[in-house]
Nanobody
Framework: QAQFVESGGGLVQPGGSLRLSCSAS????????MGWYRQAPGKQRELVAR????????NYVESVKGRFTISRDNAENTVDLQLHSLTPEDAAVYYC????????WGQGTQVTVSS
């Protein structure tokens, strides 16, 4: 059974940066397009970035373009998300999963942006 473990979240000041990491077990990620998603309190979960199975193509939601970068290391079976210029609107629990089809969600990693 596939499992995703997200890490790297934390408390950061506005304008700060974080690097999130997603490791997977029970699944070979190189066969799948992957996405990073986030869910803020009271809001639906949204896709913020996705990457093709070979890493050649990426796509971002408009609100994070130029600030977030998704990458993957298929040899390590991991997918990362680099976050820059964070704002309070980026605060959420961040998850990784397949794109566009989901498997079970991991625990996520909390990103808090506050001064």
């Amino acid at each position: 059974q596939a499992q995703f473990v997200e890490s790297g979240g934390g408390l950061v000041q506005p304008g700060g940066s974080l690097r999130l990491s997603c490791s997977a077990s029970g699944i070979i990620l190189s066969s799948y397009n992957m996405g990073w998603y986030r869910q803020a309190p009271g809001k639906q979960r949204e896709l913020v970035a996705r990457i093709s199975n070979d890493g050649a193509r990426t796509n971002y939601v408009e609100s994070v373009k130029g600030r977030f970068t998704i990458s993957r290391d298929n040899a390590e079976n991991t997918v990362d998300l680099q976050l820059h210029s964070l704002t309070p609107e980026d605060a959420a629990v961040y998850y990784c999963n397949l794109y566009p089809d989901f498997l079970s969600w991991g625990q996520g990693t909390q990103v808090t942006v506050s001064s």
